[in-house]
């Protein structure tokens, strides 16, 4: 099992591009999230989505998007790249409806804008 | 909404002495508290968890108790080694359709 993959793992933006950073898994989990984590700091969630086509806000969405249209994916749109997005972002998944609440985390992805 | 607290942010211990990590919880229906452990340039790895209905579970060096009357949950590594120094995240989740809610982090540095 690859469990969930992130991609890219490192990328570089200029201020007012775009970019997805994709998100799969192959768990067959119901429940993706989407964090991001700024140096020194905690994980701060900003979407999540318990099933395909369900997706809601976490605590910090302004500036991304998401869309689940199948089981597998969830990437996360980011249009108009700003500095204060420069984190790493980190996605997840879990199936607590299965006894199963544990959230399985991808590698990251490193995201710079300049 | 669910919202955790974990202290302290920073914990250095020497290697063969036990880590204290602690953390409370707002919701009381929240019912399953996992802890994760993340290594530099790595992303978060579950290491223990325990559900509502238990006081303490036990895997090898570390446990985790939890007090659902006062809310709290702790990490223990006894024994520590050079290979625990990692940022430890808490975090707590309610029932239903709900993300889990996880604390700021306690950087733990073993000493040799």
């Known amino acids: 099992n690859a469990g969930v993959t992130q991609t890219p793992k490192f990328r570089i933006l200029k201020i007012g591009q775009s970019m997805t950073l994709q998100c799969t898994q192959d768990?067959?989990?119901?429940?993706m999230y989407w964090y991001r984590q700024d140096p020194g700091m905690g994980l701060k969630l900003i979407y999540y989505?318990?099933?395909?086509?369900?997706?809601d806000k976490g605590e910090v969405p302004n500036g991304y998007n998401v869309s689940r249209s199948t089981t597998e994916d969830f990437p996360l749109r980011l249009e108009l790249a700003a500095p204060s997005q420069t984190s790493v972002y980190f996605c997840?998944?879990?199936?607590?409806?299965?006894?199963?609440?544990?959230?399985?985390f991808g590698q990251g992805t490193r995201l710079t804008v300049v | 909404g669910e919202n955790v607290e974990q202290h302290p942010s920073t914990l250095s211990v020497q290697e063969g002495d036990s880590a204290v990590i602690k953390c409370t919880y707002s919701?009381?229906?929240?019912?399953?508290f996992p802890w994760y452990k993340q290594e530099l340039g790595k992303g978060p790895q579950l290491i223990i968890d325990?559900?509502?209905?238990?006081g303490e579970k036990k895997d090898q060096r570390i446990a985790v108790t939890l007090n659902k009357t006062a809310k709290h949950f702790s990490l223990h590594i006894t024994e520590t080694q050079p290979e625990d120094s990692a940022v430890y995240f808490c975090?707590?989740?309610?029932?239903?359709?709900?993300?889990?809610?996880f604390g700021k982090g306690t950087r733990l540095s073993v000493i040799a």
């Open positions: 997840a998944s879990s199936r607590p409806g299965q006894g199963s609440p544990e959230a399985f």
């Open positions: 768990m067959n989990h119901n429940y």
């Open positions: 989505s318990v099933g395909a086509g369900i997706t």
């Open positions: 919701d009381s229906a929240s019912n399953y």
């Open positions: 325990i559900r509502s209905n238990v």
């Open positions: 975090a707590s989740k309610e029932p239903g359709n709900t993300p889990l809610v």
